[in-house]
């Protein structure tokens, strides 16, 4: 009965989120801005209306829905100017210096800061604190600013800003994390091209760049297999060459010397403090008895309070 229950609710979860609108709009090719920057073979599989071949996790895509509405309905109470995607529906056209236009619709618009700021729902923020906004995510909000701007909905005689705003959906960091700058035309070209990319394919019927390492691929994609299912994997141990990976082992070992430092740190600062017991204005400093082996440990706490 309790195993039913779990593959209904599933069931109940996977529907919703295959017929979501964003869901249906790549179903039948087209493009958002969310797919702009990230990968153009996976770009020109979506627009040539190729249908997914592999099953991949939706829960992270449903938990950072569920955040954007609610987020957007508890800033909407606090700035009733603004305007929210999943509350006021605003819809831009972004059209580029080509003549390619991209449709999508913009999370937060706030008239009285000329900004656009796009919510994402990240698992940690060390990734981007470390790196800032991915180059997805730059484009993304560059052509809700540029299609907010051409509607005149944002002033582009004065200085626009653009930005991310990123909200941890494990709950271990409880404020949010901005990301704000002006807005760069020099970036309208770069995406103009990206998409020429993209246009180039899918009327030769060439495949496009694949711009994300197989290895991640694999697991976060829908169009793995009839995207690289017939390819030979060049990569598996080998060298490694892709800058976004590079970047995460430097960020491991990195991670890794901090911490055989921090406990280094701790041993030192231990000896020093033996037997000692009391508050200073920030913290609170005792000693504890752990079983089974009756030892004691140096426990530091924040004063709250």
Known sequence: MMSDLKDVITAGLNDYMES???TLQARAGVLGPSDIGFCRQKATLVTRETQPTDSVPTWAASVGTAIHNYVESA???????????????????AELPSGATIQGHPDIVAPDLNA???????????????NGPSLTHKYQRHLYALGLMQAEILNPNEEVLVGNVYLDRSGANPEPMVFMEPFDPDLTGEIDTWIGDVIYAVKNGEDSARDIPAAVCEKICE???????????NNSDGFISDPTLIEAIEMYVDGRNKETVGKQMKKEASERLAGVSGTTLNHQVRWVQVQPHNTMRLDIREKHG
Do not use: M, Q, Y
Request: charged share 25%; net charge neutral.
């Open 20 to 22: 979501s609108a964003r």
């Open 75 to 93: 800033l909407h109470e606090a700035h009733p100017n603004w305007l929210f995607g999943s509350i006021d529906h605003v819809k831009i056209h």
């Open 116 to 130: 656009v700021i796009d919510i994402k729902t990240v698992n940690g923020f060390e990734w981007t604190k470390r």
């Open 223 to 233: 169009f793995f297999t009839v995207c690289r299912g017939g390819l030979e994997d």
